[in-house]
């Protein structure tokens, strides 16, 4: 088993006899290497202001005696490459937290709430269908779930000039197709050979250096148009990555556990508000026990300590309240 790293929080009230309840939050993305790891970060990072998207809602949790566990992920807070956006890998990291609650030595109980905002709503939610830590889950949070993402990216594609915010946009679709590689070797073989332009191979290797916000600038991926990313194969490599956003999409999963909160954004530039709107009425049409709040926001400003976490906090106290914590 992988290495893994993140941060703990803890109350300073004293802990109830069967231990603390917690919730295991997952970031959103801040890249694809060791240096955009949460754990390590600091006011002075240029990835501060997505590690400390969470820190708002943490301080409410905390407030009311709930500990707090956010892991940096696979190949972020630790070795190998980052399978981003793939559910399986994001979920064992937020269930590997879990499992190793015991050793950490601050009083922590058996249950639990997942949560998380973009990227770490996708963890939240696939970590809620995946069983495999032995714990009592009691529900999940998810703010601004990525989802449909095969549309989004698509749209992107067929823009064969830069834009305002188009840097981010390569760099995501750079961390995407990294992270469908590491479970598909059609794909890997393609991005060694000809499925990526030459531009976007010579910048390849600063996925596994920099962070978001250092891939986004002009000397990095920020320099490539998002329909200037792929090469003479880009159409299959692409195809690929269209296959691996429908193995991990959101609205497809099903068997969930315990009560879910989703909280979404009107104007969400990365989850925007007819595909959030369609991922809620997939789960009410499948009986998912389902909360859910629209902010009139965009997708960073849903953490913002005056939207969803004034009242996911209370939401997220009342399940361990009801449970018996």
């Known amino acids: 088993m992988q290495e893994q790293t993140g941060l703990l929080h803890v109350p300073s009230t004293p802990p109830p006899p069967a231990g603390r309840p917690?919730?295991?939050?997952?970031?959103?993305?801040?890249?694809?290497?060791?240096?955009?790891?949460?754990?390590?970060?600091?006011?002075?990072?240029?990835?501060?202001?997505?590690?400390?998207?969470?820190?708002?809602l943490c301080a409410l949790l905390l407030d009311r005696?709930?500990?707090?566990?956010?892991?940096?992920?696979?190949g972020i807070g630790g070795d190998g490459i980052h399978p981003y956006l793939i559910g399986s890998s994001l979920a064992?990291?937020?269930?590997?937290?879990?499992?190793?609650?015991?050793?950490?030595?601050?009083?922590?109980?058996?249950?639990?709430?997942?949560?998380?905002?973009?990227?770490?709503?996708?963890?939240?939610?696939h970590a809620s269908v995946t069983p495999g830590d032995g714990a009592l889950l009691r529900g999940t949070a998810a703010f601004a779930p990525v989802t449909r993402m095969d549309v989004s990216i698509g749209l992107s594609r067929r823009i064969g000039v830069r834009f305002p915010g188009s840097g981010v946009v390569s760099a995501l679709i750079g961390l995407m197709l990294r992270g469908a590689?590491?479970?598909d070797e059609r794909m890997r073989a393609l991005l060694s050979g000809d499925g990526l332009s030459?531009?976007?191979?010579?910048?390849?290797r600063d996925l596994d250096r920099l962070c978001l916000t250092e891939l986004a600038a002009g000397d990095s991926w920020g320099a490539l148009a998002?329909?200037?990313?792929?090469?003479?194969?880009?159409?299959?490599?692409?195809?690929?990555?269209?296959?691996?956003?429908?193995?991990?999409?959101v609205a497809a999963l099903t068997g969930f556990r315990a009560p879910v909160r989703i909280d979404a954004a009107r104007f969400d530039e990365v989850a925007p508000a007819p595909l959030s709107a369609r991922l809620l009425r997939r789960y009410r049409e499948a009986g998912v026990d389902l909360t859910s709040a629209w902010w009139q926001t965009h997708h960073s400003g849903t953490m913002h300590p005056q939207h969803a976490p004034s009242r996911a906090a209370d939401w997220i106290a009342g399940l361990f309240t009801r449970g018996g914590c």
Do not use: C, K
């Open 92 to 125: 064992e990291s937020m269930h590997a937290m879990v499992r190793a609650r015991h050793s950490f030595d601050i009083d922590l109980g058996d249950a639990w709430v997942a949560a998380g905002h973009s990227e770490g709503a996708v963890a939240a939610l």
């Open 22 to 56: 917690f919730v295991v939050y997952g970031h959103m993305t801040t890249g694809g290497s060791r240096r955009s790891a949460p754990s390590l970060g600091d006011p002075t990072h240029p990835e501060w202001r997505r590690m400390s998207q969470g820190d708002a």
């Open 198 to 204: 030459p531009a976007a191979s010579e910048r390849w």
């Open 226 to 249: 998002p329909g200037r990313i792929g090469g003479a194969s880009g159409e299959e490599l692409f195809a690929l990555l269209r296959e691996s956003f429908e193995a991990n999409e």
């Open 65 to 74: 005696g709930i500990a707090v566990l956010r892991p940096d992920y696979e």
């Open 181 to 183: 590689a590491t479970g």
